[in-house]
């Protein structure tokens, strides 16, 4: 089992930056893979970011360059670093564990970006 808890959302303005951090306990020699996902009001949920275990990075259309998701294995947190957010961006966003046999997810963090 694996069990993630995220942080950091909140309110800011566009232009603005928020880092997002996700603490993974459990099994955590399991995962494969660590992403970021989004799901706007009535959009289905996609992803953002995610970081494989060798450290390579995806990240979507919409937010390359602005985006960065990091791990700091030290601690067992991936983080998300949002700059120059935009009103777009507005959504809850969850961190997920791909733990080979199964995936996990948090309980997501709401991050709204006003205009």
């Known amino acids: 089992q694996v069990q993630l808890v995220e942080s950091g959302g909140g309110l800011v303005q566009a232009g603005g930056s928020l880092t997002l951090s996700c603490v993974v306990s459990g099994s955590t020699f399991s995962i494969n893979v660590m992403g970021w996902y989004r799901q706007a009001p009535g959009n289905q949920r996609e992803l953002v970011a995610r970081?494989?275990?060798?450290?390579?990075?995806n990240y979507a259309d919409s937010v390359k360059g602005r985006f960065f998701i990091s791990i700091n294995n030290a601690k067992n947190t991936v983080y998300l670093i949002m700059n120059s957010l935009k009103p777009e961006d507005t959504a809850v966003y969850y961190c997920a564990a791909d733990g080979g046999n199964r995936d996990y997810w948090g309980q997501g963090t709401q991050v709204t970006v006003s205009s």
């Open positions: 970081i494989n275990r060798d450290s390579s990075t």
